[in-house]
């Protein structure tokens, strides 16, 4: 079999390691240190930047830009086009941030002019094994995403969230600041921060103490987060008021707690799936009252 060659005719490549079964497209901007291994393939708008590794059978593709120290194991694909029968080839963008890490047989898919015309993924994160992010997806900083997790399009999800093994989470979802979605949980509606959810179609069960404790929070900041926890999502919401009065109550009283506010402003930006609440959903229409 002839011998595939990379072609770097007009490539930027600078101090870097690439292995001779590579595929590298001209145009393909390559910055210094980058490791590409074996059957790798870069398209001509792809940015590389300095130290990058893709392992082997790692193809990159559209305008995608790869941050510094980013790591792309075997057979993941990065930057094709969406899954989306709106999308007619337009030159939309992904971006994936420094040292992040993305293992086998994940998929990231390049945004739509229909969404934002860009797929985000923050620094430091780690996708795991056979992941799908789709086509307008944001993740933050820090993020985990565990086995098998498939995230429809125009999903947002804020740093330092961790979702488990299997979870599906629906188009246009937005998961909070340092959430925690359960091992094969279906997310249909939006996440607080801080919270966390379970179950075949997801409820709130609680908060991610254990992000809250490993992280440095003061005791008397949980006690404060409890309240507000119970405050806003009583297991029997009957007898507590509208969402609403409980929401402001829970303003006059804790909003100067900045996680609180954090909790206060999430809940008060638009939604177009609602929120995730104990045994079920508040729709939009109950969050605007």
Not at 17 to 24: L, Q
Not at 142 to 156: E, F, M, T, W
Request: proline share 3%; net charge negative.
């Amino acid at each position: 079999m002839e011998e595939i060659l990379v072609d770097i005719s007009n490539a930027t490549v600078s101090n870097s390691e690439i292995h001779p079964s590579a595929i590298i497209a001209s145009g393909a901007k390559i910055g210094r240190g980058v490791c590409i291994g074996p059957w790798c393939s870069v398209g001509a708008d792809v940015i590389i930047e300095d130290g990058v590794k893709l392992i082997a059978n790692v193809i990159v593709d559209g305008h995608t830009t790869l941050g510094k120290d980013s790591v792309y194991y075997p057979f993941s694909t990065i930057g094709l086009a969406p899954q989306d029968l709106k999308y007619k080839g337009e030159p939309t963008r992904c971006v994936i941030g420094s040292r992040t890490v993305v293992r086998e047989q994940v998929t990231i898919h390049r945004g739509t002019t229909s969404g934002n015309g860009i797929t985000t993924i923050g620094s430091d994160c780690l996708i795991m094994v056979n992941a799908h992010i789709a086509h307008d997806c944001y993740i933050g900083d820090r993020v985990i995403i565990v086995n098998n997790v498939v995230l429809g399009g125009h999903v947002h999800i804020d740093d330092d969230a961790r979702v488990m093994g299997s979870a599906a989470i629906h188009q246009f979802v937005r998961i909070g600041k340092a959430a925690l979605v359960g091992g094969v949980t279906g997310v249909e509606s939006d996440v607080i921060p801080y919270g966390s959810v379970l179950g075949n179609r997801a409820r709130l069960v609680g908060m991610h103490w254990i992000w809250l404790k490993r992280n440095g929070v003061q005791s008397s900041e949980i006690h404060i987060l409890r309240n507000v926890y119970r405050a806003l999502f009583p297991k029997d919401e009957e007898l507590c008021g509208v969402f609403e009065e409980r929401l402001q109550n829970v303003k006059d009283k804790f909003g100067h707690i900045d996680r609180v506010q954090e909790i206060i402003d999430f809940i008060e930006q638009p939604s177009r799936r609602g929120l995730v609440k104990v045994g079920r959903s508040i729709s939009s229409s109950e969050k605007e009252g």
